[in-house]
T-cell receptor, first 110, second 113 residues
Framework: GDSVTQMEGPVTLSEEAFLTINCTYT??????LFWYVQYPGEGLQLLLK?????DKGSNKGFEATYRKETTSFHLEKGSVQVSDSAVYFC?????????FGKGTSLLVTP | KAGVTQTPRYLIKTRGQQVTLSCSPI?????VSWYQQTPGQGLQFLFE???????NKGNFPGRFSGRQFSNSRSEMNVSTLELGDSALYLC????????????FGQGTRLTVV
């Protein structure tokens, strides 16, 4: 079945540092790919999405590009803020259910 | 428009009891999915309902069941609760097409003692 693998955390960065969270997927079909974010004590929010190869999703300074040749969807941000501290999930969907990675906890310090 | 609403937010139950959780979707959303989130297993798919029919099911025992009403609201039931059922239960809704994103509620935190 479909699966998603993302780098383990926690990741600790200083404010204004560059962020990369690696994500790779396996799928039998052609999935859509997403990054969701979960702030402490809250549900999950959609951060960005890409529905086909070479699509770039972007939101709030975060970006990720759907790379079919490397089956990857790495999340990047050029300059993180303390408010970006959260857990980030890489997610695929090639049917009617979301497949989640394990999540990467990000802590940004002032 | 209003988001996904889950009730209650918190529950404490005793082993052996049963529990019912509720999810009201975003207006116009006909698909409702349920997920269990635990520190050890992460987020796991329970089941998905579309137009009052279970369309997709994860790998959970039969103690976990659900239903969907004509107004798309959904309930999830867990019978004969076990300590390991303690988790955050998240509901996600969408319009129901394949390969699309879903929108999540804030979850119900279930603690089994």
């Amino acid at each position: 079945g479909d699966s998603v693998t993302q780098m383990e955390g926690p990741v600790t960065l200083s404010e204004e540092a560059f962020l990369t969270i690696n994500c790779t997927y396996t799928a039998t079909g052609y999935p859509s790919l997403f990054w969701y974010v979960q702030y402490p004590g809250e549900g999950l929010q959609l951060l960005l999405k890409a529905t086909k190869a070479d699509d770039k999703g972007s939101n709030k300074g975060f970006e990720a590009t759907y790379r079919k040749e490397t089956t990857s969807f790495h999340l990047e941000k050029g300059s993180v803020q303390v408010s970006d501290s959260a857990v980030y999930f890489c997610v695929s969907n090639s049917g009617y259910a979301l497949n989640f990675g394990k999540g990467t906890s990000l802590l940004v310090t002032p | 428009k209003a988001g996904v609403t889950q009730t209650p937010r918190y529950l404490i139950k005793t082993r052996g009891q049963q529990v019912t959780l509720s999810c009201s979707p975003i207006s116009g959303h006909r698909s409702v999915s349920w997920y269990q989130q635990t520190p050890g297993q992460g987020l796991q798919f329970l089941f998905e309902y579309f137009s009052e029919t279970q369309r997709n099911k994860g790998n959970f025992p039969g103690r976990f069941s659900g239903r969907q009403f004509s107004n798309s609201r959904s309930e999830m039931n867990v019978s004969t609760l076990e300590l390991g059922d303690s988790a955050l239960y998240l509901c996600a809704t969408s319009q129901g097409q394949a390969n699309t994103e879903a929108f999540f509620g804030q979850g119900t935190r279930l603690t089994v003692v």
